[in-house]
């Protein structure tokens, strides 16, 4: 399976300020897609990240927000926009191959607290 | 994708087998069960999947009832190292969703 690099592993920040977030994988993948983990809480897909085109948000989640790029298959940021307390949480990458018969990997996550 | 149900919390004795329930009476006939798992602090770990068949890996055994509508998960053998949040999932589109999952704790 695929092995993801995800950097910053975590970050402390100022409200009102944005952080990027990459996701750096080993071999060319297919789909790949963000989750955010509140505290406490599952996994909530944010968008799933499109290689050469916009990507495809999940509703709740706006590009002005949550910018994603992928330039190509083995690379992806999100950019946390604009930042509030509210958007402390975890924020992982995830990787896979198309059609229903294909694991997902998902990357270690950045851990991000807004202050 | 199909919802799924799982209670929200299991106890295990070490050493036993640890049995995770899942509904899923909704499923459609070409959307596949997934399972994962997260240790705390760390990302989502891949256990197994299925279509309708029983499955094994090296992990656990997957059990898909012949209606498809519920499924368990099996670790043989739990040890304290498997205590984590376990997720069921049915997949059909090219992404998952996750549901709140069960919190198994495995005691010595």
């Known amino acids: 399976s695929a092995v993801i690099s995800q950097k910053p592993s975590r970050d402390i920040c100022q409200r009102g300020t944005s952080l990027t977030i990459q996701c750096q994988v080993d071999?060319?993948?297919?789909?790949m897609f963000w989750y955010r983990q509140q505290p406490g809480q599952s996994l909530t897909l944010i968008a799933t990240?499109?290689?050469?085109?916009?990507?495809?948000?999940e509703s709740g989640f706006v590009i002005d927000k949550f910018p994603i790029s992928r330039p190509n298959l083995t690379f992806s940021t999100l950019t946390v926009s604009n930042m509030s307390p509210e958007d402390s949480s975890i924020y992982l990458c995830s990787v896979g191959g198309l059609g229903a018969n294909y694991g997902y990997t998902f990357g270690s996550g950045t851990r991000l607290t807004v202050v | 994708d199909a919802k799924t149900t799982q209670p929200p919390s299991m106890d295990c004795a070490e050493g036993r087998a640890a049995n995770l329930p899942c509904n899923h009476s909704?499923?459609?006939?070409?959307?596949?069960v997934y399972w994962y798992r997260q240790i705390h602090s760390q990302g989502p770990q891949y256990i197994i999947h299925?279509?309708?068949n029983n499955e094994t890996n090296e992990m656990a055994s997957l059990i898909i009832t012949e209606d498809r509508k519920s499924s368990t998960l099996i670790l043989p053998h739990a040890t304290l190292r498997d205590t984590a949040v376990y997720y069921c999932i049915v997949r059909g589109r090219n992404k998952l969703v996750f549901g709140a999952g069960t919190i198994l704790r495995v005691k010595s």
């Open positions: 909704t499923i459609s006939g070409n959307e596949y």
């Open positions: 071999s060319q993948v297919t789909m």
């Open positions: 299925g279509l309708k």
């Open positions: 990240a499109n290689q050469g085109s916009e990507a495809t948000y």
